[in-house]
């Protein structure tokens, strides 16, 4: 009788591993699956707010095109701005920077 009383004890720690197996991998398989749904979830969120933050850059630079457009010489006279002829301190151009040295082949 003692061999079929080991046997029996051998085959249920035989089965109580495998169900504790079983288990340690569906609870890692769980965790592994909410893991991709919130990856997901949060990957359209961050889509999302990519947009607007595109949209919102739009609405800006097209703000700034119209206050440049709307820069004339009367709202520079209001401004108390004079022109200045004749004199190169805000540009400057090199005689080497030239459209034939940097794009001739």
Known sequence: ???????ITLYERTVHAMIGTLSVLALVYCVVLLSLVFSVIERKQNTIASRDL???LSA???NYANKLASINESTLINHQYTRIDGTTFAVRKDA???Y???YAR
């Open 100 to 102: 034939t040295v940097l």
């Open 60 to 62: 800006l630079e097209a």
């Open 54 to 56: 595109t949209s919102q």
């Open 96 to 98: 080497i920077a030239s």
């Open 1 to 7: 009788m003692s061999p079929k009383y080991q046997s």
